[in-house]
Structure formats: structure tokens, C-alpha cells
């Protein structure tokens, strides 16, 4: 059938991989030529590029407090996602497995949760600004709501899917229910988790820049917001660009790390 | 005289969404120390539920259980379960499936040097000492099976109950894990109830054989003594009048006796 030999191959399948995504892009970047042609305050993809060349040459510069380079600013956010998204996982994820293996608090529980979780994770900023008074923790307590239902939920779900068998095993081998958690419902469970934990960081990732916004000081929503004041439009998009960036890089991050949890799939 | 294990007029019946569904009626059995015996009946007659409720793994809504004149409640690393679908853990290997057992039921007596010894003696009575650190996804059916097996023996219960161990299994692999039972059962005198729905496997292996009647409300139909000496040879076996008698016994009950009218 091919007479291909395997280089020509391996050349085709690295073509296949390439050239519709190469495609696709440049098709992206010429819309945008076109829209910045016929809107002038749309900087164009050539004029961002170079702005954006400017802005990751110092990314760490420090003038005072409100003029740090957007490398900070981007550590910043990293940081309250971090704190907030690390808070959740902490009291999601042993809350989940609590209400995946007892009845009374699922149906405890199960009501405050679904009237909650479709709340805007926004709506709960003037709370957090009421309550913990500065605008830091604010942000943080945002993140903080917003992504412990995903993991909550996901990981109930996975503690009752755990298959009977596996819990016909623990009975007959009479294990403790400290053994079944840990030797069983654990493992068993761990990629509901981490599907949980990866919804969870996108979810925060998603909240943190209209988060800073509302906030200010420093993170890169915040930037972006500061550089709207400044009518630096191209700023601006090379931000967008900065957190799709990140946001594609962790959730890359959590799906590698999920398959490593995947017994199915190994 | 008293049996091992004593079912007395034992009855199961499942609520379902339809209304209760008696599965089991007036079920008697009695089982001595040693004594290997086989339940065979055509499918969802009740069999699985029979050895479920030795196992302490579902409640009987009548009658009486007994385990070593001691009443069944729940189950007990006393009564090893191999399951039908093997039920290995996927995130241990091989030795770690059968130390989770070994941990259970010696953990507080040996050392863990020790319970390392008796698990991988286990692996070692079903020949897979080569596949100790594998991972149940990385051997094949008949090789979890018998991971299963030891996982069960290694716990040196009273009594072994065994839900079609070897009905995934190809006939070549079956033949040759009937023979390594035989043969652990010879040097470990272990009680053991098996599920089957296999004649030949039923009279090869059993002491007696427990023929189920059709459900619902199934029960005990006839329960015929398998007089073979032992050891027994399969290949001898095929040309014996006693065992192709024994087997005529049982496959007159399946199909003559007791039908099963396609449902
Ligand atoms: N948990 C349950 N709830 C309701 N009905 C059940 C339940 N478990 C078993 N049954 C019913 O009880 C009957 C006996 O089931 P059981 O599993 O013991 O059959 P079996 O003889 O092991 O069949 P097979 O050979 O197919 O494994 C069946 O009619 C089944 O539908
Ligand atoms: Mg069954």
C-alpha cells in the first residue's frame, strides 16, 4: 500500500501534527491584522509582537509598589491562586470523601451545595471584603469559593462509584475504616479527584483576573486593568495571551499528573 | 455429629423495586471440616446468594447460619472469598494484594518480614513467584485468578468460598488451576464451598456436589456423594464408570429433573 519509507513516515505524521494547527493560527493572527486595519485603536499583530518583545525583556523590574514588571504581577496571581486553590483542595477534598461515605451528611450537605455552587464566584467578593476587611485576602477567599465545588463534588461522586467489589473485599477482609479509606477508597478514588482538582484550577485561574480587577494591587488582572487606565491596548492583549498561556500550562500540568493516577489507563 | 458450617432452613428474600423476590427457601446444609463441596444449578438460581451468605456478605431473612458452632455475622478474614471477577486491587501489585490479607489477619502476631514470607509463599503455592511486583493490570486473567487464590489461602482461613473462580477462564487454564487446587486443597485440608456451573469441574474436585432447584424460591435439590479416591487423575478420570456415572447423576438433575424452561 505506502511505499513510503518509515522517515518519510515519520516526516508525514509530523506535517499531519503541524501544519493544521500552523494553519489555524495564522488565520487567527490575520483576522486580527484585518480587524486592527480597520479599527486603528486595535494594535496590530506586528506592533504587539514588538511591545511585547519590550515587556518580557525586564520582566522583573521594581519601581515602587504600583510599577513592578509583569513578570510579578503574574507571580502575584500565581500565588493567590496557589493560597486560595490550596485551601480548597484541603477542606474540599476530605469534605467530598466525608460526603461520598455517609449518607446523613450527603443529604446533610447536599442542599447547601447545590444552591451555592451556581453562584458567581464574584458575588462572593463584597462577603470576603465585609468579613476579612483587606483586599488580599478578599481575592483569596474568592478562588478559595469558587473552586472547592468542583472538588467536592467530584470527589463525593468517586467515593460511590468505587466499584462493590472493591468494598466486598475490605468486608470480607474486615478492614478498619481507617485501612478502607486509605488503602482502598484513596486509590480508588484519586482520579475523580484529580479530575476535581484539575475543573478546580481552571475555574480559579478563570476568577482570579476579574477577581483582581474588582481588588487592585498587584496580579495580572489587576495589570490588565491597569493598562486599560492607560489606554495600552496592546498591553492588554499580550496579557490575554499571557493568561491563556498559564491556564493551558496548568491544566497540561494536572492532566499529566492525573494519568499517573489512572490505573485503567496504564 | 456437628457440621463446620450449618445452614439451618435458611431463607433469603430481596426487596426489590417490583415487590419482594424470594430468592432461597428452606435451605439446609451441613458441611464437615475438610470437605470440599459444590454448588451447582442453573444460572440465577440462587448459588452465588448461598455462598454470599456464608460469606456474611448479605443477611438471611430466615433460618439459622452457623461457622464453627457460632453464629454468622458479617464476614471474616475466617472465610476467604475468592470472587468470581478476581476483585484485585489495581493500585497493589501482586505481593501488596495478598499482604493487605496477610496484614489482616496476622498483622498484630508477625513481624512484617514475616507477613512478606507468607505472602509471597502464597504466590509461590499458585506458581506466579515471578510475577510478585507486577500489577494486576500487567498479567493475564488466569494469573489474576490465581492471585486471587492465594490472596484467599495465604489467609489460612477455616473455610474457602470460591464464586466460579474459574469460570472467565479458557478450558487449558481452567484444567490446570483445577489441578493446583486439588492439590493445595490435599496438602492444606482447607474446607471449601465453589460455585460452579461446570459437571466435569463439580465431580473432578468435590466431595459432594449440591444441586440446586430452579428459582425463584429455589432450594436444595439433591445433594449426591462423590465416592472417587483421591488423588484424582483427570485423564484416568474420563474412562471411569464411577465418575462418568457421577456425572450422568448431575447432568440428569440439570436437564431432566430440573429444566430450565428458556425465561
Ligand atoms: N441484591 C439483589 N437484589 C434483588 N435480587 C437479587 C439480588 N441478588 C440476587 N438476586 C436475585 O436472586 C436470584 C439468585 O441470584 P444469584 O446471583 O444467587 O444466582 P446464581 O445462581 O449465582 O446465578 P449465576 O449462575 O448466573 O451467577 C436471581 O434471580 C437474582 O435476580
Ligand atoms: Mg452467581
Redesign the pocket.
Known sequence: MSTLNPTAERFKAIALGTVPPAIGLGLFILVWALVSASTPTIPTPGATFVSAVELFSDPFYNKGPNDMGIGWNILASLERVAIGFGLAALIGIPLGFIIGRFRFFNDMLAPIISLLRPVSPLAWLPIGLLVLQKAEPAAIWVIFISSIWPMIINTAVGVTRVPQDYMNVARVLNLSEWKIVTRILLPATLPYVMTGVRLAIGVAWLVIVAAEMLTGGIGIGFWIWDEWNNLDVAHIIIAIFVVGIIGLLLEVLLTQLAKRFDYDAR | MNAYIQLDNVGMQ???KRGP?I?LREVDLHIQKGEFVSII??????????L?LVAGLLDATSGTLLCAGREIRGPGPDRAVVF?NHSLLPWLTCTGNVLLAVEQVFGDKESKAQMLERAHAALELVHLTHANDKFPHEISGGMKQRVGIARALAMEPKALLM??PFGALDALTRAHLQDELMSICAATQSTVIM?T?DVDEAVLLSDRIVM?TN??S?TVGEILHVELPRPRERLQLADDAAYNHYRHEVLTFLYEKHHKTAA
Open positions: 430481596f426487596n426489590t423476590f430468592a444449578g442453573h444460572s440465577g438460581c440462587g448459588k452465588s446468594t448461598v454470599n468470581q464464586d466460579e460455585v456451573h440446586m428459582g425463584p429455589a
